[in-house]
């Protein structure tokens, strides 16, 4: 199963070209892409307007659903955040160290634009 990050859902439904949503495009029609619940969270409390809301929720509701949290989720994430501090990188987000914890544990690809968790692969086996 392949996990994509909140902000590449987040420039997806904005219309912005990059990489990551181009790659996006493509994965939805040819792989097994799932969605977690911190994600859902994150995308859908983005949209102003009911009916991109509506639209979104759909979209995202035929994918297949994963809880990311949960106990071996939490301390697992802890355990990384503090590797990270240690290893001298600053997390804005506790969201971000779960959802990458998750990612890492449980999906077999991880799609994701944020620096914080592009620099997990340099610091994680």
């Known amino acids: 199963m392949i996990l ?5 859902w987040i420039d997806y439904f904005n219309g912005m070209r990059n990489w990551q949503t181009d790659l996006l495009d493509d994965l939805l029609s ?3 892409v799932l969605i977690g619940d911190l994600i859902l969270a994150e995308v859908l409390q983005g949209f102003c ?3 991109d809301f509506e639209v979104a929720k759909t979209c995202l ?15 697992q994430s802890a355990q990384n955040y503090r590797l990270l501090r240690k ?14 914890t ?9 799609y994701i634009m944020t620096v914080i968790l592009n620099q997990w692969y340099h610091i994680f086996p």
């Open 87 to 100: 290893k001298g990188v600053t997390v804005r987000k506790t969201i971000d160290v779960i959802i990458g």
């Open 61 to 75: 509701n035929i994918l297949p659903f994963r809880k990311i949290g949960g106990y071996e989720i939490a301390l």
């Open 49 to 51: 307007s009911d009916d």
């Open 102 to 110: 998750f990612a890492f544990l449980k999906a077999s690809r991880c």
């Open 30 to 32: 040819n792989d097994p």
């Open 4 to 8: 994509v990050d909140s902000s590449v």
